[in-house]
């Protein structure tokens, strides 16, 4: 039996040199909602950063602030536009290693805590297919209700999706890309793991 090759990518802080949440809220609700955000939430940022509250909180309650009641219509218009926005802060080396495996016919994930909507744009447009990452709650009427629909998509949750994806281990053969804790568990279980290639 053939065995695959699928190389997996974290996307903020490895194919990009930014973290791209706060970069789509400056592109898609402005800077001064953004500062001001990050003001009032920073007791919540300070108790993250003191492993006090967790990541997917923070992260949570910042996108309920910022796009609760926000139509899905809308939302992919900004993830759509945002892929221009994307490609200035593109890694040149890691983007060149991904199209090195693109030519070895391998199978590209990207694996990443960042919301699905503003990234599938632009992984679809580099003829990336699988987008593992953080999925957003909707209503009936297609308005964002401000909750992830599934967990946020860090740590051992980046495992438990390529699995649901690719359940059985033994037939393929897994590359690992990342640059942060976040990316741990990912990078472990890979066949062959790199932390801060690109840089």
């Known amino acids: 039996m053939e065995v695959k090759k699928i190389v997996s990518f974290d996307f903020d802080g490895t194919l990009t040199t930014k973290d791209t949440l706060f970069e789509f809220i400056k592109f898609s609700r402005g800077k001064f909602r953004l500062y001001f955000c990050l003001l009032l939430f920073s007791p919540l940022l300070l108790a993250f950063k003191l492993k006090l ?4 909180k923070i992260k949570q309650t910042i996108f309920r602030y910022l796009y609760k ?14 892929i221009v926005n994307i490609n200035q802060i593109i890694r040149p080396k890691a983007i060149q290693k991904l199209k ?11 694996v990443s805590a960042s919301i699905e909507n503003w990234i599938k744009p632009w992984a679809n ?12 709650e909707v209503n009936c009427d297609r308005i964002l209700t401000g909750n992830f629909k599934s967990e946020n998509c860090y740590r051992e949750q980046k495992v438990k999706r390529i699995l649901e994806v690719f359940p059985d281990r033994s037939s393929y053969t897994l590359i690992a890309y990342g640059d942060s804790l976040g990316d741990k568990e990912m990078i472990d279980f890979a066949d062959e793991g790199w932390y801060n290639k690109f840089k």
């Open 125 to 136: 447009s580099e003829g990336i297919n699988v987008i593992l990452a953080t999925t957003i």
């Open 69 to 82: 009641n926000i139509s899905l219509d809308q939302f992919n218009k900004w993830g759509d536009s945002f």
């Open 100 to 110: 090195e495996y693109q030519s070895e016919d391998a199978i590209i994930l990207i």
């Open 53 to 56: 509250y967790p990541n997917w």
